[in-house]
């Protein structure tokens, strides 16, 4: 008899969420950057353990939203740990010991803020949830027994992992913990599908990773990436055209570098991993355009499955 079920992935931004679910299903699902608010809509990665599937569904991170933006995805997080048949609530242990130690600095005082509302919700939630400490490859062993066992009290939670979602240590215990709880049924998606992100807005968010990874100092959420063609050639390559979008005309400049050696940057490394993925030789044009109100305009959330309204 198969097993399957959905285990959302919660957490405060930055907490190593996509970096875990990528390592879960065992290949890039979703992007990964060290900026906060990576992740703008929930991702699902499909892993298998035996005979059950577990479809685990990276989600934004939550934190205090400001932006209509933001609001929306912390609201898709709540949404799809509500429907899931799990929850991990994916917490970066690093911040929460050198906060605890006193040697925090300000985004690891945020990141413990945000799992102290994250747990404070969970606490109106009748559902326990299970506890993954991340980042324990970073961390001083002696001081995060203390840390877990505070977060442990909160009385939220079922059970306890250790693990080093970028390292790997302790991820295979929690996918087979996952797997025992997923429920009798038949298999979501065939044996050898790992995503279901449609292949456009795949290409987007690779882009957008790289736009993040290059930027993200001079660039902070101003920026979203479109794909407007998305064409196979005859010779069996793909034609891929994409529109940067940022909010001012300065920045637009930032994405252009000097000489236009930034966005060249940004289009090489977009290239060559959408060629490794999708398993081609790809043609990527990049155009950088300023539009103000992108992250208030309607299409963009419809395409990237978002409420507008709330
Ligand atoms: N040292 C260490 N770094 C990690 C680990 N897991 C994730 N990271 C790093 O933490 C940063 C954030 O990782 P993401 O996977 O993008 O985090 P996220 O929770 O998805 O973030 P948002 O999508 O912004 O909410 C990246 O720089 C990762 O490489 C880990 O186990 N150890
Ligand atoms: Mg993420």
């Known amino acids: ?18 970096t875990l679910v990528n390592r879960l299903v065992g290949s890039k699902v979703s992007i990964v950057t060290q900026k906060v608010q990576t992740t703008r809509f929930p991702i699902r990665g499909v892993a298998i353990e035996g005979e059950t599937q577990i479809v685990l569904v990276d989600t934004p991170g939550i934190f205090q939203p400001r932006r209509r933006l933001d609001r929306a995805m912390v609201r898709a997080a709540w949404g799809r740990a509500e429907e899931a048949d799990a929850i991990v609530h994916l917490v970066d242990a690093n911040a929460q010991v050198l906060v605890a130690a006193g040697e ?32 324990i490859d970073l961390v001083r062993r002696e001081l995060l027994l203390a840390v877990t066992q505070t977060l442990f009290a909160s009385d939220v939670y079922s059970e306890v992992f250790m693990i080093s979602a970028a390292s790997g240590t302790g991820v295979a215990d929690l996918r087979q913990r996952l797997a025992a709880v997923m429920p009798e049924g ?8 790992s995503a279901d992100l449609p292949a456009r807005l795949l290409a987007a968010e690779i882009t957008r990773e790289k736009v993040f ?14 794909t407007t063609a ?18 001012r005309d300065g920045q637009r400049g930032i994405v252009l570098g000097k000489n236009g050696e930034t966005l060249k940057w940004i289009g090489s490394a977009s290239r060559q991993e959408l060629g490794e993925i999708l398993g081609c030789v790809v043609h990527l044009f990049l155009h950088v355009k300023v539009k103000s109100n992108w992250a208030e305009d309607q299409g963009f959330f419809r395409d990237i499955g978002l409420d507008f309204d709330v």
């Open 1 to 18: 008899m198969t097993h399957a079920g959905f285990v959302a992935i919660i957490g405060a931004p930055n907490a190593g969420k996509s």
């Open 104 to 135: 925090g600095r300000g985004a690891d005082r945020k990141a413990v803020q945000d799992v102290e509302a994250i747990v404070g919700e969970l606490r109106t939630h009748e559902r326990k949830v299970i506890l993954a400490l991340n980042k």
């Open 186 to 193: 038949p298999w979501f998606y065939p044996e050898d599908q």
């Open 213 to 226: 990874l290059r930027v993200h100092e001079e660039l902070p959420y101003a920026s979203s990436v479109e």
């Open 230 to 247: 998305f064409e196979e050639r005859q010779d069996g390559s793909l034609r891929i055209e994409q529109t940067i979008y940022v909010e």
